[in-house]
């Protein structure tokens, strides 16, 4: 049975840092795309990054391109989002997804972390 459990949200004032991580189990976690994904309450889920299987390429979105950087640990089956000069508008649940086994369609879902920026 896959899990993913997401952790390292909490309270950050703005231009703060935080770093998410997601771990994972149940799965050849090296065969798998792993994303970060964000909803604020009443809004679509969006997508903030992703890193592709097998030490692929990285992508974000625009609004976070210079500010959050995704890394995957292999070794500990963790993915992880380093979220630098955070803003108000990052505030959001954050959750980490699966993708695969390579270019495959399963997908997995943590139940999310609260990430909040306010002063």
């Known amino acids: 049975q896959v899990h993913l459990v997401e952790s390292g949200g909490g309270l950050v004032q703005p231009g703060g840092s935080l770093t998410l991580s997601c771990e994972t189990s149940?799965?050849?976690?090296?065969?798998?795309?792993v994303s970060w994904y964000r909803q604020i309450l009443g809004k679509e889920r969006e997508w903030v990054a992703s890193?592709?299987?097998?030490?692929?390429?990285?992508d974000y979105t625009d609004s976070v391109k210079g500010r959050f950087t995704i890394s995957r640990d292999d070794a500990k089956n963790t993915v992880n989002l380093q979220m630098n000069n955070l803003k108000p508008e990052d505030a959001a649940v954050y959750y980490c997804k699966t993708r695969g086994p390579f270019g495959g369609k399963a997908e997995y879902w943590g139940q999310g972390t609260q990430v909040t920026v306010s002063s």
């Open positions: 890193k592709l299987y097998g030490g692929g390429p990285t």
């Open positions: 149940g799965l050849t976690f090296w065969d798998y795309t």
